[in-house]
Nanobody, 120 residues
Framework: QVQLVESGGGLVQAGGSLRLSCAASGRTFSTYTMGWFRQAPGKEREFVASITWSSGSTYYADSAKGRFTISRDTAKNTVYLQMNTLKPEDTAVHYC?????????????WGKGTLVTVSS
C-alpha cells in the first residue's frame, strides 16, 4: 500500500500564492508519476499537473500553464505544486495522485485532499 498525505491548502485572496505538498510513504518502490487533480463543488475531478518521477518531465492542464509549477524531491518522496496568481475559479479540493508499481503501468493512489479557497 501507498499512503499520500497532502498539506498546504488554505484561504488566499485572488492574486495570491499557495504551495501544496504531498508526501508518499509505504510501498513506493517504483513511482512512475505523481501529480495533482482538483474537484470544485458540483464539478467532476479534473487534472491539474503531473510529473514523471524518473525524468522530471512535467505536464499541465491549460488552466495551470504559466501560473502553477509542479516539482519533486525524490529523496523525500514528495511532490509540490506552487500555485501563483490564484483565481476564485481555482477554489477546489486538491487531491494528490500517484501511480506506483511494479509492475508497470502501476496502480493509482489518491490522497484525502486539501481545500484551496480563493476569495475575490
Amino acid at each position: 500500500q501507498v499512503q499520500l498525505v497532502e498539506s498546504g491548502g488554505g484561504l488566499v485572496q485572488a492574486g495570491g500564492s499557495l504551495r501544496l505538498s504531498c508526501a508518499a510513504s509505504g510501498r513506493t518502490f517504483s513511482t512512475y508519476t505523481m501529480g495533482w487533480f482538483r474537484q470544485a463543488p458540483g464539478k467532476e475531478r479534473e487534472f491539474v499537473a503531473s510529473i514523471t518521477w524518473s525524468s522530471g518531465s512535467t505536464y499541465y492542464a491549460d488552466s495551470a500553464k504559466g501560473r502553477f509549477t509542479i516539482s519533486r524531491d525524490t529523496a523525500k518522496n514528495t511532490v509540490y505544486l506552487q500555485m501563483n496568481t490564484l483565481k476564485p475559479e481555482d477554489t477546489a479540493v486538491h487531491y494528490c495522485h500517484a501511480r506506483v508499481g511494479p509492475p508497470p503501468p502501476g496502480m493509482n493512489y489518491w490522497g484525502k485532499g486539501t481545500l484551496v479557497t480563493v476569495s475575490s
